[in-house]
Protein backbone atom coordinates (compact mmCIF):
# COMPACT_ATOMS: atom_id res chain seq x y z
CA UNK A 1 0.00 0.00 0.00
CA UNK A 2 1.59 3.63 -1.06
CA UNK A 3 1.85 5.78 1.65
CA UNK A 4 0.43 9.24 0.83
CA UNK A 5 0.84 12.63 2.79
CA UNK A 6 -1.75 15.20 2.02
CA UNK A 7 -1.27 19.11 2.69
CA UNK A 8 -2.96 22.38 1.92
CA UNK A 9 -6.29 22.22 2.80
CA UNK A 10 -8.37 25.17 4.62
CA UNK A 11 -11.33 27.30 4.25
CA UNK A 12 -11.63 29.60 1.68
CA UNK A 13 -14.24 32.29 0.08
CA UNK A 14 -16.04 31.80 -3.23
CA UNK A 15 -14.13 32.62 -6.03
CA UNK A 16 -10.80 32.18 -4.51
CA UNK A 17 -7.65 29.14 -4.78
CA UNK A 18 -5.97 26.76 -3.23
CA UNK A 19 -3.53 24.76 -3.28
CA UNK A 20 -3.54 20.93 -2.41
CA UNK A 21 -0.32 18.89 -2.25
CA UNK A 22 0.50 15.31 -2.18
CA UNK A 23 3.60 13.20 -1.69
CA UNK A 24 3.71 9.66 -1.84
CA UNK A 25 6.40 7.51 -0.32
CA UNK A 26 9.77 6.95 -1.46
CA UNK A 27 8.77 3.62 -3.02
CA UNK A 28 5.96 4.33 -4.94
CA UNK A 29 6.62 3.33 -8.79
CA UNK A 30 7.08 6.61 -10.36
CA UNK A 31 4.64 5.21 -13.24
CA UNK A 32 1.85 5.04 -11.14
CA UNK A 33 -1.35 7.85 -12.12
CA UNK A 34 -1.44 9.85 -9.30
CA UNK A 35 -4.58 12.42 -8.38
CA UNK A 36 -7.56 13.29 -6.07
CA UNK A 37 -11.05 11.73 -5.37
CA UNK A 38 -13.21 13.93 -3.34
CA UNK A 39 -16.16 12.64 -0.68
CA UNK A 40 -19.41 15.22 -0.50
CA UNK A 41 -22.41 14.78 0.92
CA UNK A 42 -23.86 11.59 1.76
CA UNK A 43 -19.85 10.35 1.41
CA UNK A 44 -20.47 10.04 -2.57
CA UNK A 45 -17.17 9.74 -4.15
CA UNK A 46 -16.38 11.72 -7.16
CA UNK A 47 -13.46 11.94 -9.29
CA UNK A 48 -11.39 15.27 -8.96
CA UNK A 49 -8.41 14.93 -11.37
CA UNK A 50 -5.66 12.65 -12.37
CA UNK A 51 -2.49 12.77 -14.23
CA UNK A 52 0.02 9.97 -15.38
CA UNK A 53 3.65 10.32 -14.77
CA UNK A 54 4.35 10.97 -18.93
CA UNK A 55 2.08 13.79 -18.71
CA UNK A 56 -1.80 13.11 -19.67
CA UNK A 57 -4.40 14.01 -17.54
CA UNK A 58 -8.19 13.37 -16.57
CA UNK A 59 -10.68 15.80 -14.90
CA UNK A 60 -13.60 15.23 -13.55
CA UNK A 61 -16.77 16.97 -15.40
CA UNK A 62 -17.46 19.55 -11.92
CA UNK A 63 -13.92 21.22 -12.27
CA UNK A 64 -13.10 21.20 -15.78
CA UNK A 65 -11.76 24.28 -16.41
CA UNK A 66 -11.16 25.73 -12.56
CA UNK A 67 -8.82 23.09 -11.40
CA UNK A 68 -5.26 22.21 -12.78
CA UNK A 69 -3.14 19.15 -11.72
CA UNK A 70 0.69 18.92 -12.29
CA UNK A 71 3.09 16.49 -11.44
CA UNK A 72 6.99 16.30 -9.81
CA UNK A 73 8.28 12.76 -10.80
CA UNK A 74 11.49 13.32 -9.06
CA UNK A 75 9.44 13.86 -5.57
CA UNK A 76 7.11 11.98 -6.61
CA UNK A 77 4.65 14.71 -5.26
CA UNK A 78 1.11 15.84 -6.87
CA UNK A 79 -0.67 19.48 -6.95
CA UNK A 80 -3.69 20.42 -7.12
CA UNK A 81 -4.56 24.33 -7.99
CA UNK A 82 -7.78 25.18 -7.50
CA UNK A 83 -9.81 28.91 -8.45
CA UNK A 84 -12.81 29.92 -8.70
CA UNK A 85 -13.97 27.73 -6.49
CA UNK A 86 -17.60 27.41 -5.40
CA UNK A 87 -19.95 26.55 -2.42
CA UNK A 88 -20.15 22.73 -4.21
CA UNK A 89 -16.28 22.38 -3.80
CA UNK A 90 -17.28 21.78 -0.59
CA UNK A 91 -15.29 18.25 0.07
CA UNK A 92 -12.58 16.13 1.82
CA UNK A 93 -9.82 15.95 -1.05
CA UNK A 94 -7.99 12.42 -1.16
CA UNK A 95 -4.80 11.79 -2.90
CA UNK A 96 -4.84 8.37 -4.16
CA UNK A 97 -2.94 6.23 -6.90
CA UNK A 98 -3.62 3.65 -9.10
CA UNK A 99 -1.54 1.32 -11.60
CA UNK A 100 -3.45 3.14 -14.79
CA UNK A 101 -5.99 5.90 -15.46
CA UNK A 102 -8.17 2.79 -16.35
CA UNK A 103 -8.22 1.86 -12.51
CA UNK A 104 -7.75 4.88 -11.26
CA UNK A 105 -11.37 6.23 -12.97
CA UNK A 106 -12.49 3.09 -11.17
CA UNK A 107 -11.40 3.66 -7.67
CA UNK A 108 -9.17 0.43 -7.96
CA UNK A 109 -6.49 2.51 -6.23
CA UNK A 110 -3.15 1.09 -4.82
CA UNK A 111 -2.93 4.17 -2.14
CA UNK A 112 -5.75 6.56 -0.35
CA UNK A 113 -4.90 9.23 1.71
CA UNK A 114 -6.76 10.29 4.77
CA UNK A 115 -7.48 13.40 3.22
CA UNK A 116 -7.85 17.16 3.72
CA UNK A 117 -10.89 19.31 3.96
CA UNK A 118 -11.90 21.96 1.82
CA UNK A 119 -14.32 24.02 2.82
CA UNK A 120 -15.67 27.12 0.23
CA UNK A 121 -18.03 29.47 2.79
CA UNK A 122 -18.66 33.04 2.94
Known amino acids: QVQLAESGGGLVQPGGSLRLSCAAS????????MGWWRRISGNKRELVAA???????NYGDAVKGRFTISRDNAKKTVYLQMDSLRFEDTAVYHC????????????????WGQGTQVTVSS
Open 96 to 111: ATSRSMWDFTRTEFTG
Open 26 to 33: ESTPSTFV
Open 51 to 57: REWGGIT
